[in-house]
């Protein structure tokens, strides 16, 4: 899965000589919490919601509401962008994405193709990618399970859940230092409980979670 078949386009953008609290107003219209700043169509910052608030008074000044407007009316968005960019392109792989993204503490990215701003991906694009990737929407049996560090583990584990007559919606397998092994998350459906609990068991050494879910 790619950048470019989850990012957000066409991308809403603003300019940099914007008034923050016009910019603000926008973002809130427009139920985003980051724009790509844009100067004649190039890419020149990105400013998020918490930077136009930051550059706000505090609710406790002691300015009039006449002088809080005309200082606010004062600051632009140049003034509080970031403006050395973390870009990506469409063909970055989501993973990466992510990995930049938690790596480098920030909420979003401008996704560029040459010197052309085409969409932006975001924490909450991740986010429902993760919900779908575990099936978050759909009901059936969650389970967790360990399993060995073998080759055909994970053939071994469908193919025991196919023969006992259960489909296999999602499936996502961790991996970390502190699992001897690997932890293994399916959403079943199609099966009764107890039946996909005797087909695991031989083939996983331990079910760590084990629950029926429900999506109203």
């Known amino acids: 899965m790619l950048v470019g078949e ?3 386009s066409p991308v809403l ?3 940099p000589e914007m008034p923050i609290q016009d910019a603000l107003a926008q973002m809130r219209k427009d139920r985003v919490s980051r724009y790509p700043v844009l100067k004649k169509g190039k890419l020149v910052g990105i400013v998020a919601e918490d930077d136009l ?3 706000s008074p505090s609710d406790v000044t002691s300015l009039s509401v006449w002088e809080v407007n005309y200082l606010l009316s004062k600051i632009t968005v140049e003034r509080v962008m970031m403006k050395d960019v973390i870009t990506v392109t469409e063909d970055t792989p989501l993973e990466e994405a992510a990995r930049i993204m938690a790596d ?3 909420g979003g ?3 560029v ?3 052309k701003v085409v969409g932006i991906i975001t924490q909450t694009d991740i986010f429902r990618i993760f919900l779908n990737l575990l099936g978050g929407r759909q009901a059936g049996w969650r389970v967790a399970v360990l399993v060995k560090n073998e080759p055909g ?3 071994k584990l469908t193919k025991a859940v196919n023969d006992a007559g259960g489909n296999i919606i999602a499936i996502t397998v961790f991996v970390d ?3 001897q092994g690997g932890e293994v998350t399916m959403k079943v459906d199609r099966i009764d409980g107890q039946a996909l609990r005797d087909a695991l068991k031989p083939v996983v050494t331990e079910i760590r979670d084990f629950r029926e879910v429900k999506v109203a």
Do not use: F, Q, T
């Open 6 to 8: 989850r990012m957000s």
């Open 13 to 15: 953008s603003i300019e």
């Open 53 to 55: 608030l930051n550059a």
């Open 104 to 106: 480098n503490r920030i």
């Open 109 to 111: 990215m401008p996704v």
């Open 113 to 115: 193709r040459g010197d």
């Open 153 to 155: 583990i994970l053939y």
């Open 177 to 179: 230092p502190k699992i």
